[in-house]
């Protein structure tokens, strides 16, 4: 965590100078980037040791009798509240190195938690399918990213329509659904995939 | 175990013909009033598209079988399909690629289709890289049947997603001319022939494919099954005698 | 209630990919009954004790593990009731001694006032605070075994039970092991410390080749 975050917010501030600094141009696109940030980085946090059990750990978690759907659920809701950390802190980061306006705060807090939520629920999902291992943990960002493309529309969307005042309900619906499926998923797969 | 795959030779007549009949309607097909000869390329291009999604289609409902059944039959079809689904979305993108330039004046553009089809292409690129790192057959199988299902379930989202996304950001006219209606039958016949071509190539893709991945869990289970030494065998005892350096 | 049987294994098999390491085990063991499981580097035993535990699915043969079969869901009823201490601690680094005892009880559904006693018993109780990831390998297994006295459990097994503990942690070892067995239960332990062992276990067996001798 205390490397991803400064990673996260030292991309932030290489952007400017791969497409140049126009202060227009970055406050515009500011919002896009800062989730694509989240989405890439995030995925990192979310499997990182922080959240994620040895081998060891987890026998000793199912021999207390520990549901494995609740295992999943519970490292979900930690890497989310981890993630959560990471989105505000480079969001801060962000808002100063692009300078575009927070609006609808109540919304964007729903935005976070939603977004953070969902990277929480398919990252865990991802490590219990690749299980443990070098080449496992480097496969879960490729396994991530592409599902997780709901949630990057749904949160740049949800800031253009909050700057344009828009609706933003489908677009909170449909964030929310990915975190459905995701939560479905790996709950109903969480057994079979510890067995394996 | 049979020592080879049988060499049915049906396959290889249907495809030819198939090819033929789309390849012989394709060339004598009118070129585009706009397009000129470029309209040609669709007639692989969107087959290659509706098989892609096909595979898919296929894989998720072969992986939902293999999860009720836990027959290893039901994975080798999953697993054929989305290799070959994989191969027709790449080529399908590709081929969209080149009749982009010259049509639109650029490789890619952000159209909902589009970016949907990469995106599954790296959904299942994905799924077969996950295949690739679990060793034993029945692991995999069922890592690799949640992995399906789920993307599948999530490409109705993604789908829903871009799409509202591209309504609310529409490219530039003048990059995103509406695609030709198809009003000369020949066109049609054409289209439908390399419909027809390229599921006749699916359908023989996957009988090779999934009799490859038979053979290839037969001899793992013939394999386990043989005199073989256990995994302790390779620890023998030291022997500080033999190739001891003087300290 | 602790049946007569506490393990039963027919012709058992494990793989990994196409590699036996298990082959054609074939293990009883009654309630009360200590038994010492010896074999060579690499030979298997902690697969075998995986598959006792429940938590490897055997490839081949039947067995059951008090009363569960092997290969369906009951197992997971009868999870709570085995305890295993590997070689590798399954303690959580960054929490204290204290909060993975904490943890430890909650999911069990143990009062929490145990942590402290069961502390106390294995002679941690002044490092309760400590954090698991800073203590020593010795201080991370008696911590383990603290766990395991909080948690009533009818089958222990244990994995190198006796390595990194003083003289006074390997008599607490005996006695954990002892009064399972004097309640029913029964224990198996792995080691490569012949004497120890056959000190307190009922028999031994030898894994040789995928099989028990």
């Known amino acids: 965590m205390w490397v991803t975050i400064p990673f996260g917010a030292m991309a932030l501030l290489l952007i400017p100078l791969a497409i140049g600094t126009d202060a227009v141009l970055l406050e515009r696109i500011g919002p896009g980037l800062y989730w694509v940030i989240v989405m890439l980085f995030g995925v990192l946090v979310s499997v990182g040791r922080a959240s994620v059990e040895t081998g060891a750990q987890r026998d000793a978690s199912s021999l207390l009798g520990l549901d494995p759907a609740a295992g999943y659920v519970g490292r979900s809701i930690s890497a989310a509240g981890l993630l959560i950390v990471f989105e505000l802190v480079v969001g801060a980061v962000a808002v100063v190195l692009y300078g575009f306006d927070l609006i609808g705060i109540p919304w964007l807090a729903a935005t976070l938690i939603i977004v953070a939520a969902g990277l929480g629920l398919l990252g865990s999902l991802a490590a219990s399918l690749v299980g443990s291992g070098s080449a496992g943990s480097a496969l879960v960002p490729l396994l991530v990213a592409p599902l997780s493309i709901p949630l990057l529309l749904g949160a740049t969307q949800a800031y253009e329509g909050l700057r344009l005042g828009d609706s933003i309900l489908p677009w909170m619906l449909l964030m929310a659904a990915v975190v459905l499926v995701a939560a479905i998923a790996g709950v109903l797969t969480a057994r079979p995939l510890q067995e394996s | 175990m049979p020592s080879e795959i049988p060499n049915r030779s049906w396959p290889w007549v249907a495809i030819g013909v198939s090819v033929a009949v789309a390849l012989t309607l394709a060339m004598i097909s009118p070129a585009d009033a706009v397009q000129g000869d470029l309209v040609r390329i669709m007639y692989v291009h969107v087959p290659a598209a509706w098989l892609a999604y096909l595979a898919f289609a296929v894989t998720l409902v072969c992986s939902a079988g293999y999860l009720f059944t836990k027959n290893l039959r039901w994975d080798r079809l999953a697993a054929s399909s989305a290799e070959i689904g994989v191969y027709f979305t790449g080529l399908a993108i590709a081929l969209g690629m080149i009749w982009a330039r010259p049509t639109w004046g650029v490789w890619w553009t952000w159209d909902a289709r589009l970016t949907l089809t990469a995106i599954m292409f790296f959904v299942y690129v994905g799924y077969l890289a996950l295949r690739r790192t679990t060793a034993d057959p029945r692991t995999r199988a069922g890592r690799a049947a949640v992995l399906g299902i789920v993307g599948a379930v999530q490409i109705p989202l993604v789908h829903f997603s871009v799409v509202w996304w591209r309504t609310l950001h529409q490219p530039a006219s003048i990059l995103r001319p509406d695609g030709p209606a198809i009003q000369d039958p020949i066109m049609r016949w054409a289209l439908l022939a390399g419909v027809i071509a390229f599921s006749v190539i699916y359908t023989s893709l996957m009988v090779k494919r999934v009799e490859l991945h038979r053979l290839n869990d037969a001899i793992h289970l013939a394999e386990r099954g043989e005199a073989r030494p256990v995994a302790g065998a390779s620890v023998a005892a030291p022997n500080l005698d033999e190739g001891a350096r003087d300290v | ?213």
């Open chain 3, 1 to 213: 209630m602790i049946a007569a049987t506490v393990i039963e294994l027919r012709d058992i098999g494990v793989t990994a990919g196409s590699t036996p390491i298990l082959r054609g085990v074939d293990l009883s063991v009654g309630g009360g009954e200590i038994v010492g499981l010896f074999g060579a580097n690499g030979a298997g035993k902690t697969t075998l004790l995986r598959v006792i535990a429940t938590l490897l699915r055997p490839a081949d043969g039947r067995g059951t593990v008090l009363g569960a079969d092997l290969s369906g869901d009951e197992r997971y009823e009868v999870r709570h009731r085995i305890g295993m201490i590997g070689h590798i601690p399954g303690l959580y680094p960054e929490l204290t001694l204290g909060e993975n005892l904490r943890f430890a009880a909650r999911v069990a559904g143990i009062p929490s006032d145990q942590v402290e006693e069961s502390l106390q018993a294995v002679g941690l109780l002044g490092a309760i605070d400590r954090q698991a990831g800073a203590s020593s390998h010795g201080m991370q297994r008696r911590a383990e075994f603290a766990r395991e006295l909080m948690i009533e459990r009818d089958l222990l097994l244990l994995d190198e039970p006796h390595a990194a503990l003083d003289q006074d942690a390997v008599e607490l070892v005996n006695g954990l092991v002892g009064k399972i067995a004097a309640n029913g239960g029964a224990a198996i332990l792995v080691s490569h410390d012949r004497d120890r062992v056959t000190a307190v276990a009922d028999r031994s067996v030898e894994l040789v080749d995928g099989s028990l001798r």
